[in-house]
């Protein structure tokens, strides 16, 4: 997971705190990321915001001096104390979540001991200040000692470790609420998209909870008619759920168990369910088809087969069928009956019948092969 310090700061907030403590104890402090971009400004010196973050050539040594203090500071160097470039002094601390290192905490912009004048004099000529103006900023800067410095970094250190954190985790929170609700549309999706009816009902058969489109199809039922309705109405043989009920309470699943559904208009159905069973929930998920159709166009099948068969005999027929995609023949009875061979010695093939074909008749033979393959 990628995250910067902006993301997991809530940088109005913090600005809040941070200009509560300076109007408290009249220390400038401020939030910088890894890449140098301030994110949090408080209570800055005239000093910086007038003049040194102004000019080109003395902003060029105040970013000079944050990228200075990103690469000194770290995991091993937790606090660093130094005198700018513009002869201020500063004090600094990284903000380390997770072992990745962030940005960083400055507080000061401040004097350790008594001014020299000369020293900004020569600085404001240097750089093109307004030598009156300039000293005057330079007399509004607040006089701590380095230890007081210190422990207010600590401080605002502290608060804002914390912060990031709790950020951190409110980040995680928002990627997980949102990738499981992307997987609930998802799941959603695909659940009433199935062209196999899905169900979700209390073991006891009390109540419904929940059914795709597909389902009311195969019941015939509309959705308000079945939700928070007995499941157990929608049998057609008592005897046949309760049977399938010891199979799921045994095993814990049910894969495949036929039984006789009610649909609302065609009467009784012949279905198969597949289910699972949660223990502590008492509920139970599954999957239904109906067969009906397919069981009566088997039942059609073997009919029809049936009667092919009696007609075959009854003609006194031989006949054999040459599946052409395998190559693989395949021979009724009749014909072992009629050639008087056993069956284990019959071609099983294309090829092994054409080498036993009479050679006056292979030509012939071979060539109403072909014709009827065209």
Not at 200 to 217: I, P, Q, T, W, Y
Request: aromatic share 8%.
């Amino acid at each position: 997971m990628e995250y910067t310090l902006k993301e997991l700061l809530d940088i109005p907030k913090i600005s809040d705190l941070l200009n509560s403590l300076n109007k408290i104890y009249s220390l400038p402090s401020g939030i910088i990321d890894i890449e140098g971009t301030i994110l949090v400004a408080s209570g800055w010196q005239e000093i910086c915001a007038n003049f040194h973050r102004i000019s080109p050539e003395t902003e060029k040594q105040c970013i000079e001096s944050n990228r200075h203090i990103s690469e000194v500071l770290g995991e091993n160097n937790r606090q660093i104390v130094y005198r700018c470039p513009m002869g201020l002094m500063e004090c600094a601390t990284p903000i380390i979540i997770e072992g990745k290192h962030l940005g960083n905490i400055l507080t000061g912009q401040i004097f350790t001991g008594p001014t020299d004048e000369a020293y900004f004099i020569e600085q404001a000529r240097k750089y093109g200040f307004d030598e009156i103006e300039y000293l005057a900023a330079v007399k509004k800067v607040s006089i701590f000692s380095e230890e007081q410095l210190q422990q207010s970094l600590t401080f605002i250190h502290s608060l804002a470790q914390i912060l990031a954190e709790q950020g951190l985790q409110n980040l995680r929170q928002r990627e997980t609420s949102e990738a499981l609700k992307k997987s609930e549309e998802k799941f959603r999706h695909l659940f009433s998209n199935a062209e196999v009816g899905i169900f979700r009902s209390r073991l006891d058969g009390s109540e419904v909870l929940d059914v795709n489109e597909k389902f009311l199809e195969i019941v015939g039922m509309m959705r308000e008619d079945t939700i928070g309705k007995p499941s157990v109405n929608l049998w057609a043989d008592p005897e046949e759920r309760k049977e399938m009920v010891c199979k799921l309470v045994a095993d814990g699943r049910v894969i495949e168990f036929e039984y006789k559904m009610l649909h609302k208009q065609r009467g009784i159905r012949t279905c198969l369910t597949s289910l699972v069973l949660y223990r502590d929930q008492g509920i139970l998920e599954g999957t239904i088809l109906d067969i009906t159709n397919r069981i009566k166009a088997e039942e059609d099948l073997k009919i029809v087969s049936q009667r092919l068969q009696l007609a075959i005999t009854s003609a006194n027929l031989g006949i054999w069928d040459w599946n052409v995609r395998d190559n693989q023949i395949a021979w009724v009875d009749r014909m072992f009956e009629l050639y008087g061979v056993p069956r284990d010695i019959f071609p099983s093939t294309m090829e092994a019948w054409m080498k036993e074909l009479h050679p006056e008749d292979k030509e012939t033979a071979i060539a109403e092969c072909q014709a009827a393959l065209k």
